[in-house]
């Protein structure tokens, strides 16, 4: 039988090790105390479409809706499958995530390690190629994504298969596709080693300045350009034992997204001085002013958007027919706006 995703290969055995975790945060009794912090570990990605954790966590919103019996701790990953393997280990108990890996995690949990809470951007993903590769000149390519079965992975994949074209996790079919490391992606592009990539900002833009073109920008293939790119996923485990501190780590959410929606330009200067600091390389300012247009961060996790992910997954060979019903508490996320006086988010 096909697996969930084949890079993530999550056994029986990690799974179990979830509940046998000494000494990691959701393993700590309540919720915290000034002089006992709870540990809660937190992983997003160091790129633009997690500009809300990675905003949130320089701008103190997450710690003041937090509070002081609560120690927030982050990790930084590259793409979704390697976050999920983190939280599946208990090595991390949220992390800001695409929708692919979530619906992989929740498909290999048979439903019970994981609940989306909320959402955080869309948008912010292209395919940029080399000049002179049109839609039509594929075959025989090579493409990269962030990582095998990532949510550019699978858009990738079905796009191509919609038009034509094969791909297999091997790297073979008609189009080659490559999954690695996103600054790999622009090192190898720069060099003539790949023919092009699937990929979100600001690697989509550091791709144009190596001198690549936009081929596609993802937000034209969906109903109005609205798609899920980040979002905020939990552990139920975590969820279970302190939803208290859940719904405080939704509130900071919120209150970065209303943040960065009303101080654009100097939630890109906040953004590039922290991923900065996180990868040592600041951005260019230009690349972030020109990426930001084609993002919009939306506390909304656009729930339709991802069942149609979960379709392609399972249209690319990358998922079994799942049942999501129950993949989202939003009871969280509307708490927290009902507070603001904002109309609630359905699932």
């Not at 959701?26 to 990675?54: K, Y």
């Not at 000049?131 to 994949?157: E, F, M, S």
Request: glycine share 10%.
């Amino acid at each position: 039988m096909r697996r969930p995703l084949a890079r993530l290969v999550i056994s029986a055995l990690v799974l179990a090790g979830m509940s046998g975790l000494a000494a990691c945060g959701s393993e700590q009794e309540g919720d915290g105390t000034a002089a006992d912090p709870l540990a809660l570990r937190l992983g997003h990605f160091p790129n633009l479409t997690h500009a809300t954790p990675v905003i949130g966590v320089e701008k103190k919103f997450f710690a003041t809706a937090l509070g002081d019996t609560v120690k927030l701790e982050t990790k930084q990953f590259n793409a979704g499958p390697e976050a999920i393997e983190a939280l599946f280990a208990g090595a991390i108990d949220a992390t800001y995530i695409g929708p692919n890996p979530a619906i992989n995690a929740y498909a290999q949990s048979d439903g019970q390690a994981v609940r989306i809470v909320a959402g955080a951007a869309s948008g912010g993903v292209s395919f940029i190629v080399k000049p002179g590769i049109t839609k039509d000149g594929l075959r025989g390519k090579t493409i990269a994504t962030p990582q095998l079965g990532n949510t550019q992975d699978v858009a990738l994949r079905y796009w191509l298969k919609q038009r034509g074209l094969t791909t297999t996790k091997e790297g073979g079919g008609d189009v080659s596709i490559k999954p690695q490391a996103n600054s790999d992606t622009v090192t190898a592009f720069a060099a003539g080693k790949i023919d092009g990539a699937w990929v979100p900002e600001p690697f989509a833009s550091r791709l144009i300045a190596a001198g690549g073109v936009k081929l596609l920008d993802e937000s034209e293939l969906w109903p109005d350009g609205l798609f899920v790119i980040t979002h905020l996923l939990v552990s139920k485990k975590f969820l279970d034992k302190h939803p208290t501190v859940v719904k405080n780590l939704v509130k900071g959410s919120v209150a970065t997204n209303e943040w960065i929606n009303a101080n654009p330009d100097e939630a890109q200067r906040t953004l590039n001085e922290a991923l900065g600091r996180i990868t040592g390389k600041p951005l260019d300012a230009k690349l972030t002013a020109a990426a930001w247009p084609s993002l919009k961060f939306t506390d909304d996790p656009i729930p339709s958007s991802l069942r149609d992910g979960a379709a392609h997954a399972v249209d690319a060979g990358l998922l079994d027919q799942v049942d999501l019903k129950d993949i989202y508490d939003l009871s969280f996320l509307n708490q927290v706006l009902a507070d603001k006086g904002q109309p609630g988010v359905k699932s």
